[in-house]
């Protein structure tokens, strides 16, 4: 059921923002939704911005089902949704207003995080949001979090990866560097036939 609510929003969210070019969920599956006990959602990337604007839209619509801990929890989502848009909205190099903006929807969606702790079904307590934390507080001398800790070329693993095997392990670092930079210009090369 929740599949196919997840892609029947996915093409409404598409009729009403047809330029915002969300990353569909590859599949939804029991696995990735963790056990009762242990509920855990694992999704990488891109794919995760799509899912929270789910989340925060369901969390609305079924608050009445989540009982108290349902308004918080949508407004705890509200926070990560603004505070993505204040990355995505600027460049490299964040104005001092937009890292007050970091740090405001942060302690924000925290301190609804930890006011309704004692009555969530699930711990909240993940060593994702001590990253965060040191996320926003870096972007004062390294700029903008989206270009510096989100996995920009998070795409180019499997190209890193396959690199890795074959790398001579006495030269070991070298060996990377040189067949990733060949490996990258042909990846360029290739991409650049596909669009044209």
């Keep these: 059921m929740l599949r196919g609510d997840l892609w029947a929003w996915y093409k409404e969210r598409h009729e009403k923002f047809p330029t915002e070019n969300l990353t569909k969920l590859a599949e939804l599956t029991h696995k ?15 794919e995760t911005w799509g899912l929270v604007h ?11 089902a989540l009982g108290r801990a349902g308004p918080p929890l949508h407004e705890a989502g509200k926070c990560i949704v603004e505070h993505i848009q204040v990355m995505k909205n600027h460049g490299c190099r964040l104005p001092a207003s937009a890292i007050q903006s970091l740090y405001d929807t942060l302690k924000r969606h925290l301190l609804i995080l930890i006011d309704i702790a004692g009555y969530l079904p699930f711990g909240w307590e993940l060593p994702k949001h001590h990253l965060w934390i040191h996320m926003v507080h870096r972007a004062i001398k390294t700029g903008n979090p989206k270009l510096v800790d989100n996995f920009l070329n998070e795409s180019l693993n499997k ?7 074959y790398a001579s392990q006495i030269t070991f670092e070298r060996s990377v560097l040189c067949k990733m930079k060949g490996a990258m210009r042909s ?10």
């Design 54 to 64: 789910f989340c925060v839209d369901k969390t609305l619509e079924h608050s009445h």
């Design 159 to 165: 190209l890193l990866k396959s690199t890795c095997r």
């Design 187 to 196: 990846l360029e090369k290739k991409r650049k036939r596909e669009s044209d």
């Design 32 to 46: 990735m939704l963790g056990t009762p006990e242990a509920p855990l959602l694992k999704t990488k990337a891109a």
